[in-house]
């Protein structure tokens, strides 16, 4: 039996002992170093390349945009190359890509070098991300990668944290020394992660069986309605979620609000705490729906959570930033209802011979995301139009909420 205190840690974080076989400690031990070097450099780029290495901010923004159309044409290739050559060896390709190239961020002096290291990271990103959820899915039977990917999202969020933390003690404003450090370190995270991956059994390939049956490869993956529906539905909530909200809240926090660039630090904690916090509740809520059921969830809760930001600028000051604050908290929700389903409904619909081009498609979205969503922050708060910016986000959010329900009607009528 438990004790009284391990029953509260169940309680609040979830039990998962019954998921965790050996394979997923390891991958998930070697997504969680990672993660901490993700954290270590997350949303420094621009101000590395701005204010040690002397780029423009234009150039920054090019550099940013780069690497998403990178991502985006080389995301076809990368899903093929998994499904034939198994996700085992892209993500051990992708890690050293990875590694070599943020390492590599700290020696950059030149904008063709920029270039040539932003192509490597790029990527790099693309061929684990991918491999990476078709090996959990392949480590887990179905009725439990919900769970899994929980877990999974739960822990890296931990482990940004975590980085952030560590980047705060080592950053100094205008020391290339302490960029180079973190740079490095995040570099290293990566090359852990590659010796964790290197030391599973198994390359996580499709059965023989499932490799032998005819394919119309991604033909077959663009005939199948209710993948693109979800799919183009979740392409939408990225970009009027996440993409807007990372290209675009700094600036409403500190132009806007006129509050100070640590409020920005404390909603980001905010939204860490949250999913770390929250993760095991809200997967007990989901887990006995039907995923396809509770993806239109997420729209109301993010459209509230842009509402909850449109209300700061009320405000003054504190409450302001309180409000910022709750707002993550609410985004997280949606977060940790969002991260753990996606990839699940994927990986459910996905043939085993077409794992690795599904995935990759359903991840493609983050980088079409990352081209569109700034583009909204730059035409519209740069222009002055804020409170548009912010009533588009709301309404953006809602949007998929159809496309989302009309693939769980599509579902029922295939299963009926």
Known sequence: MKSAPGKILTFVFGDYSDVLTPVLRRLFFGNFMSGIGTG??????LVYLHDIREFSNTFGGFVLSYMAVVAIVLSGPTGWLVDKYGPKKIIVAGLLFEGTGVALWSIVTTHQQALIVA???SLGTLMIWPPQ???????SPEENRQKVFALNFMLFNLAIGFGGIFAATIIREGNLFSFQTLYILDGLSYIIYLFVIAGIKGDFHASPEERAKESGGYREVFRDRIFLKITSGGLIYTIFGY???NGGLAIFITQHLDLSPKWVGIVLTANTVAIFLLQGTVLRI?????KFTV??????IWALSWAVIALSAFVEGF????????SQVVFAVGEMIWSPTLPAVANELAPDNLRGRYNAISGMQWNVASVFGPVFVGVLIGRGYTNEWLAL???????????????????????S
């Open 40 to 45: 270590m450099t997350l949303s420094l780029l």
């Open 119 to 121: 192509s490597m990271s």
């Open 133 to 139: 959820t078709v090996m959990i899915s392949r480590a």
């Open 243 to 245: 993409a807007s909200l």
């Open 286 to 290: 989901i887990s006995p729906r039907n």
């Open 295 to 300: 993806l239109p969830w997420l729209g109301w």
């Open 319 to 326: 409450t302001a930033g309180v409000l910022i604050a709750i």
């Open 393 to 415: 986000m709301i309404v953006g959010c809602l949007v998929p909420i159809a496309i989302m329900k009309s693939a769980q009607n599509d579902v029922a009528k295939k299963r």
